[in-house]
């Protein structure tokens, strides 16, 4: 499984926790079993990339975000929120966690069209 890359696309923040919490869970998973993952952050759940914002969000009989984030990262999963949802909201690149970054449509793009690797959407 370590030669194919998932990249999972949230569209999905607490306006819809279960289609987010699977989101994270399945990109959690996978990095834990050797997968290589690229987790976009859209929409609402742009707001998980910012300190604290993932420790207000609840869902019983959901692992927590922030435990989902940081396996996400100690896996070398790259967590990344569009460039477009960031400007709506007012953020920054500097107010990003750490290991977290803003990127555009053309690098999703890229990434999901590579070869090798499966693209989901939540």
Known sequence: MANKKLVIKVTAGAD???RCSQAFTVAAVAVASGVEVSLWLTGE???FALPGRAAEFELPH???LPELIEGIKAG????TVCTQCA???DIEEKDLI???RIAGAQ???SEAMADGVQ???Y
Do not use: N, Q, Y
């Open 76 to 79: 070398g999963g790259m967590i």
């Open 87 to 89: 400007a709506r909201r």
């Open 62 to 64: 959901a692992a927590p």
């Open 107 to 109: 690098v999703f793009v």
């Open 45 to 47: 759940s742009s707001w």
């Open 98 to 100: 750490e290991g977290a």
């Open 119 to 121: 693209a989901l959407v």
């Open 16 to 18: 819809a926790p279960e």
